[in-house]
């Protein structure tokens, strides 16, 4: 043994020396403990290891850049939607409105599905690197559009580039750092989520109106390449993370497989979107279109998520079954909300939209409660509790929208929904990885961010096709509004049962 080393570490081993002199044969892996400790990074706990955190040097270069590229995401989805409006009439697509949207959530479920059969292949690095080069040439081509068809050919290959990149940040996390720092990871990211959403739509209305929509597209490319410049910097520290790690449970048949259905899926949730996003709820060829793609979903998705989730087995299947619950009423619901505040309660856009983003500070708040340590062990109740208060948020929407309360009280509702999200998503990436074997954080993560996605589209389309149904003209929808979010409400809490069925 190496003396002067032994003399550097003597303090943090002091502790064991009495123990260590019964006798060298009794502790055959001290030194393997040793190295365990000081290897970088870190993929499991020993009692010796001081506690680190988030931004720990070992870690702080690649927090930041996840921090980065997931803030870069958000912001191009709020700020977008901001934007959109200004883009639609200099491309004169204002019919096709909704297409803008779609397109990315279509292309970035295909994303999502080939990045856990690329990072359960050959680890995450090159689903992160392709991921960042496809959103960055995506948003460039957007902000380059003189028509719209070269614009949503922009907003899909950005949708790709997006889902690569989260499902490879997922596998990042589970792999480069510690399970007892994987909570506050999932805080940070969630909280990611959330400056974005209070800062992202008025930037874009400043920058809209200062120069021009097309600089809201330009504005994120820079990020992405200093992201990417980082993530190459500690490229050997997210490689070194697969050694050590078995390969995947699934071959290559299964790989291909997954692949394949990824492909089925994307195309089910498009004709799905597309034969819907003009609220037109009669039998037409896009209505047949879009019953198509609800078949394709209904075949699709259970071979793509973990056996028995739609029957909410116990542990990972009912990960999955809540995430897709929470995205499905939550989402469902807040992208009506400010068409209901603008139509029927007289209010402007610039107020609808503040009252969704102060919805977004319960999310953060709920990020950071379940970051603490005082809930391993315990996770599982949290997403109870983020299920039962969405649900109690999504009734006091209902009841502010039926009575006629001020509009204002929708935004202490929408706090309600936001804490429990915070509290139920991150909750459920953290329970993600802890139930899955390192080989399969890629599938598992794929999965995971599937069915998110998968909740949005359908909670969304869902939503759109009672408007449709029930729909007469503005001022008149109140009733409309409440059956939408009632039957939502319903959906968001069986994430409290869900949450429940976790526990193994």
Same mark, same amino acid.
């Given at each position: 043994?190496?003396? @002067?080393? !032994?003399?550097?570490?003597? *303090?943090?081993?002091?502790?064991?020396?009495?123990?260590? $002199? &019964? +006798?060298?044969?009794?502790?055959?892996?001290?030194?393997?403990? @040793?190295? !365990?400790?000081?290897?970088? *990074?870190?993929?499991?706990?020993?009692?010796?290891?001081? $506690? &680190? +955190?988030?931004?720990h040097p070992r870690f702080l270069l690649l927090s930041i850049s996840l921090l980065a590229l997931i803030t870069v995401i958000a912001f191009e989805g709020m700020a977008v939607s901001t934007a959109m409006p200004a883009a639609a009439r200099e491309l004169d697509a204002v019919r096709s409105y909704g297409l803008a949207f779609s397109v990315m959530l279509t292309t970035q479920l295909l994303g999502i599905v080939l990045a856990g059969v690329w990072c359960d292949r050959s680890g995450p690095l090159p689903s992160l690197f392709a991921g960042q080069l496809l959103?960055?040439?995506?948003?460039?081509?957007?902000?380059?559009?003189?028509?719209?068809?070269?614009?949503?050919?922009?907003?899909?290959?950005?949708?790709?580039?997006?889902?690569?990149i989260i499902v490879a940040g997922y596998v990042v996390i589970g792999r480069a750092y510690p399970e007892s720092l994987r909570p506050k990871v999932f805080s940070v990211i969630s909280a990611a989520w959330v400056l974005p959403s209070l800062l992202g739509p008025p930037i874009a209305a400043w920058v809209t109106t200062t120069w021009s929509w097309r600089w809201v597209f330009?504005?994120?490319?820079?990020?992405?390449?200093?992201?990417?410049?980082?993530?190459?910097?500690?490229?050997r520290q997210i490689a070194s993370a697969r050694e050590g790690i078995d390969h995947s449970s699934r071959d290559r048949r299964e790989h291909a497989r997954a692949a394949w259905f990824g492909v089925l899926i994307a195309?089910?949730?498009?004709?799905?979107?597309?034969?819907?996003?003009?609220?037109?709820?009669?039998?037409?060829?896009?209505?047949?279109?879009?019953?198509?793609?609800?078949?394709?979903?209904?075949?699709?998705?259970?071979?793509?998520?973990?056996?028995?989730?739609?029957?909410?087995?116990?542990?990972?299947?009912?990960?999955?079954?809540?995430?897709f619950l929470l995205t499905c009423s939550f989402f469902g619901t807040i992208t009506y909300i400010p068409l209901m505040l603008v139509n029927e309660r007289g209010q402007s856009l610039a107020t609808a939209g503040t009252i969704l983003a102060v919805g977004s500070l319960g999310w953060s708040a709920g990020s950071w409660i379940q970051g603490r340590d005082r809930w391993a062990g315990r996770r599982y109740q949290l997403v109870s509790a983020g299920g039962l208060l969405l649900t109690t948020g999504l009734l006091g929407v209902v009841a502010v929208t039926h009575?006629?309360?001020h509009p204002w009280l929708i935004a202490v509702a929408l706090v309600a929904c936001g804490l429990g999200m915070g509290l139920g998503t991150a909750s459920l990436s953290v329970l993600s990885l802890m139930l899955t074997p390192a080989a399969d954080h890629g599938s598992t993560s794929s999965s995971l961010q599937?069915?998110?996605?998968?909740?949005?589209?359908?909670?969304?389309?869902?939503?759109?096709?009672?408007?449709?149904?029930?729909?007469?003209?503005?001022?008149?929808?109140?009733?409309?509004?409440v059956t939408m979010w009632l039957g939502l409400s319903v959906v968001a809490s069986l994430v409290a049962v869900a949450g429940q069925r976790i526990r193994t």
């Open positions: 043994m190496d003396h @002067r080393r !032994r003399g550097r570490d003597a *303090p943090a081993l002091r502790p064991r020396r009495r123990r260590d $002199r &019964v +006798g060298p044969h009794r502790h055959p892996c001290r030194g393997a403990r @040793r190295a !365990r400790r000081t290897v970088e *990074p870190v993929t499991t706990t020993t009692s010796g290891e001081p $506690r &680190v +955190g988030v931004f959103f960055a040439a995506g948003c460039t081509v957007c902000g380059g559009s003189q028509s719209f068809g070269p614009f949503l050919a922009g907003r899909g290959v950005a949708g790709l580039g997006a889902g690569l330009w504005l994120v490319v820079l990020p992405v390449v200093v992201a990417f410049a980082m993530v190459l910097a500690r490229r195309a089910s949730a498009g004709a799905l979107q597309w034969g819907t996003h003009d609220l037109e709820f009669t039998w037409s060829a896009k209505t047949v279109v879009a019953v198509i793609g609800v078949l394709g979903i209904a075949t699709t998705a259970p071979m793509l998520l973990p056996h028995g989730t739609w029957l909410m087995r116990r542990g990972l299947p009912s990960v999955m079954l809540a995430r009575f006629g309360w599937l069915a998110d996605v998968l909740g949005s589209v359908l909670g969304i389309a869902a939503a759109g096709a009672v408007f449709a149904a029930r729909h007469t003209t503005a001022g008149q929808d109140i009733p409309v509004f």
